[in-house]
């Protein structure tokens, strides 16, 4: 209420956050994970009769980690600042103003991360040994040290705990009670990603012998990894809030008929392609010569489509907040979300708007615009043409009034006349002309339900 | 005023704001050096690509690290200009989001770019050029969507009309009249900066090189350098003049006052003008301690604008905002903890830059030649110098000049 919504047709903000944040997921695991791999292939190179072709090879992935690493992964992180600031500008200011120093602390451990790999990279043929592996064990460290920072602002989202804003106890938001499963989590899943990744770079090896011990070595990264990775994500959905439990698990009526089961979807496909990753690295292991650039890459393609089924279920999670039971995915605080206050013309509390007229299709569309459209499109994703293909006028003008009831939706705000102006604006999306005075007119008085008042 | 100004942040500021200008002011200053060496060093590379060729490969190998350290020292000066003026610069995001977004695909394109030319110019030398000048465009696109909508974050007047027209996103604003002469007020220090580059370059190679080739590719640096370090000044001096003519009258009157404001921004000139004149003074001498004192000017002259650049904000946005009066919800413990991570890192990596970078300067002499990358041969211990600096009779010449 408070900003600007960037209204953008058909994909909508949200999900430009969501292609942001699932591509940089992969890659800035594999930057974590990889460090350790280096660390540890360095070590295990050194005591091989053969180290130099060994570490040739460590060359050509080190090359490859750094340019894909420092490129995409970096970019696209900021990109997911980039984007949230659009898509959600009060959360953005909210997680800044509480975190600025964690995401300072993060930034002089990215530095580090960066400097130390450039050091170990240059320095290839000039750093002495003891130095080299100093550099790949001190990058691993600095670079888990960045997740462990940025770990505690993602979940904070999701379980803020103890925090308020009135106590802003920053330890209760950092160490909140979804923190260490998180971590965990998230520790496997680069423990796994550095291992599919070292395949992309094996594919190329054409000494079978010297293709199969490197399959072996990157395997013993996937392995473990794949079958903890289940363990803790069963800790991290112990940690989830009842109702988020209860989203994934029933699933909601939606509006237009049927069940939002795609939480329950996305659980299903971060399982799949799970399975799908053990069965291939088993492959590799045994028949390493099945390992070719093409497999290599589907298996982190396939990685990357349980990543955005995992990230897709986190944002799942959190409906229908942006931070937990604190402001909603609307910008709507949890605190000003009174009776009183919900039932006051929309426009007069609203910033960004140009006043238009009271009972009209215009006035309609800002508030679609400030109320829907950080989540829903007009035609596309989330699209509310297909949402409110079966609504009549009188049936969307008293959904609008309980649509939090369901516990996925926050409340709407407003009056009857905005009420009627939105559904009249809907429903203009599909071709039908409806004067919004008389919604309002032909409307049964009814007392405004109240708050589904989902707790966190 | 008339003009959708968002409240502060409920959570207030986390510290004194001086300390976040502050911090604000050393990592801006650190970006802007970085932004200008890339920026001018792509554009040079691209001027020198036929005529000067070890100026196109010096630049086209330090791009990569260029554009690295362009974005990473960009983070805190983000980070922390939304703690201070959030509110202002969110909601001009969202005016030009379209643009906004994409700097990210365009830096992408920039950076990777910028790789690909370096570990593919001598194996695919063709079209090389074609590849610098999309890192050129990409990277100047990125600079104007940046000054776009910064300089729509000090004009809340214009939001609303501008977010009832294009609530997409999708138009920049060309409703600031200062516009064009701020975008041109960031872009071409890059090349005097670029061109300081240069001359270290130069300072360098005279400094290690024996060889007449060495010699003469410092001579040529030197002199692509000043040229332009010159070019860059006058083209300074018109945007400077142009801005002067443009900006509000309440701001030209803070200028004419004195004070602060217009005292840095005298000393950036001073400073700017003191670095042109110990580059050039540089010229022919053994030593490198001139041109090393001509870049550290340099580094002062872009700290002091970029104090001139924020004193201007307070000024344009003092009818919204005061960050003096904004209500401070302390943090002390975390300010802290970032303040002792930030030391141990930056003492941590000075010494590791330095331990590796006299590796690698030993094993470039031990080869006798720039590794640039690639083998370099056995590594060697540093070669010792004697007090005045010159080679041990013997001692084999670094060559940068190759890179």
């Not at chain 2, 609530?167 to 002469?181: D, Q």
């Not at chain 2, 004149?277 to 001509?294: D, H, K, P, T």
Request: aromatic letters at 12%; charged letters at 15%.
């Amino acid at each position: 209420m408070n900003y600007p919504v960037w209204d953008v047709p058909g994909i909508g903000a949200g999900l430009i956050v969501a292609i942001i944040a699932i591509l940089h997921v992969l890659v800035s695991h594999i930057a974590v994970g990889g460090g350790a791999f280096l660390f540890l292939a360095e070590l295990w190179a050194r005591r091989q009769p053969d180290k130099d072709r060994i570490r040739a090879w460590l060359k050509r992935y080190v090359t490859f980690f750094l340019v894909y690493t420092t490129v995409f992964g970096a970019i696209t992180g900021v990109g997911i600042w980039f984007s949230i600031q659009l898509a959600s500008p009060e959360a953005t200011s909210l997680l800044i103003h509480q975190f600025v120093f964690a995401w300072a602390i993060e930034w002089v451990a990215f530095l580090g991360e960066l400097t130390v790999l450039y050091l170990y990279y240059y320095g290839w043929d000039s750093n002495s040994e003891p130095r080299q592996i100093f550099l790949a064990g001190a990058y691993f460290g600095i670079a888990w040290i960045s997740l462990v920072v940025i770990n505690g602002i993602l979940t904070f989202m999701l379980t803020p705990g103890d925090w308020t804003l009135d106590n802003r106890d920053i330890a209760a938001g950092f160490l909140n009670p979804g923190y260490f499963s998180a971590l965990s989590l998230r520790t496997m899943v680069m423990f796994l990603l550095a291992g599919l990744s070292a395949f992309v770079v094996a594919a190329r090896v054409d000494d079978d012998q010297l293709k199969a011990r490197i399959v072996r070595f990157a395997s013993y990264w996937v392995l473990p990894a794949a079958v903890l990775i289940p363990v803790f994500s069963y800790l991290f959905w112990s940690r989830l809030p009842a109702f988020s439990v209860k989203l994934a698990t029933d699933g909601v009526v939606g509006l237009a008929g049927g069940k939002l089961e795609v939480m329950s979807r996305a659980i299903w496909l971060a399982g799949l392609t799970g399975s799908l990753v053990l069965l291939g690295t088993l492959t590799f292991l045994l028949r390493p010569r099945a390992l070719t650039l093409g497999a290599a890459i589907a298996m982190l393609g396939t990685a990357q489509i349980g990543i955005a089924g995992a990230e897709f279920f986190r944002e799942m999670a959190r409906k229908p907040y942006v931070v937990y039971g604190v402001l909603y995915s609307n910008s709507l605080w949890v605190r000003d979300a009174t009776p009183a206050k919900l039932r006051e013309p929309f426009l007069s509390r609203a910033r960004w708007h140009p006043d238009p007229p009271a009972l009209t299709r215009e006035r309609g569309e800002w508030i679609y615009r400030l109320q829907c459209a950080s989540c829903h499109t007009r035609d596309g994703y989330r699209s509310l043409t297909a949402r409110t293909e079966q609504w009549t006028p009188e049936f969307g003008f008293q959904w609008l009034e309980t649509m939090d009831a369901n516990g996925v939706m926050p409340p709407f705000q407003g009056d009857a006349e905005d009420r009627a102006a939105l559904v009249a604006y809907l429903l203009s999306l599909r071709g039908k002309t409806i004067d919004p005075t008389e919604i309002v007119r032909t409307a049964p008085p009814s007392p405004r339900a109240p708050s589904a008042e989902v707790k966190p | 005023m008339n003009a959708p100004v968002p409240p502060f942040d409920p959570l207030g500021l986390p510290v004194t704001s001086s300390f976040l200008y502050a911090l604000s002011y050393l990592t801006l200053t650190l970006h802007f050096v970085a932004m200008q060496f890339t920026v001018g060093g792509a554009i040079l590379m691209l001027l020198c690509w036929r005529r000067q060729p070890g100026i196109a490969r010096f630049f086209g190998t330090g791009l990569p690290l260029g554009f690295s350290y362009l974005v990473t020292f960009g983070i805190p000066p983000l980070l922390f200009l939304q703690t201070v003026y959030g509110q202002f610069f969110y909601s001009s995001s969202v005016l030009v989001g379209a643009y906004w977004i994409s700097v990210i695909p365009l830096v992408i394109v920039g950076y990777g770019a910028s790789y690909w030319h370096r570990m593919n110019r001598d194996a695919r030398p063709r079209h090389q050029d074609v590849v610098v000048a999309i890192i050129v465009a990409a990277l100047l696109i990125v600079g104007f969507i940046f000054v776009n909508n910064l300089a729509l974050s000090l004009r809340p007047d214009l939001w609303l009309r501008h977010y009832a027209a294009y609530p997409s996103g999708n138009t920049l604003t060309h409703g600031e009249p200062t516009l064009y002469a701020r975008y041109l007020l960031f872009v071409v220090p890059a090349l005097f900066t670029s061109g300081m580059a240069l001359v270290l370059r130069a300072s360098y190679l005279r400094h290690r090189a024996a060889t007449t080739a060495a010699r003469k590719e410092a001579e040529t640096s030197h002199t692509v350098g000043l040229r332009a370090m010159v070019v860059a000044t006058g083209l300074e001096a018109m945007a400077a003049g142009w801005f002067w003519i443009v900006i509000p009258d309440a701001i030209r009157g803070a200028f004419a006052e004195g004070g602060a404001l217009s005292m840095l921004a005298v000393a950036g000139v001073l400073l700017g003008v003191g670095a042109l004149l110990a580059a050039w003074q540089s010229r022919g001498r053994s030593g490198m301690g001139l041109a090393v004192l001509a870049a550290h000017l340099l580094v002062g002259a872009v700290a002091c604008l970029v104090i001139v650049r924020d004193l201007l904000r307070q000024l344009y946005l003092e009818p919204y905002f005061e960050a003096a009066k904004t209500p401070v919800l302390p943090q002390w413990g975390m300010f802290a903890a970032f303040l002792t991570v930030m030391l141990i890192g930056v003492v941590f990596l000075a010494i590791l830059t330095e331990q590796t970078i006299r590796g690698l300067v030993g094993a470039a002499d031990g080869a006798g030649g720039a590794n640039d990358g690639k083998p370099a041969g056995r590594p060697r211990p540093a070669p010792r110098r004697t007090r005045a600096g010159h080679r041990r009779p013997g001692q084999r010449p670094a060559s940068l000049g190759k890179q």
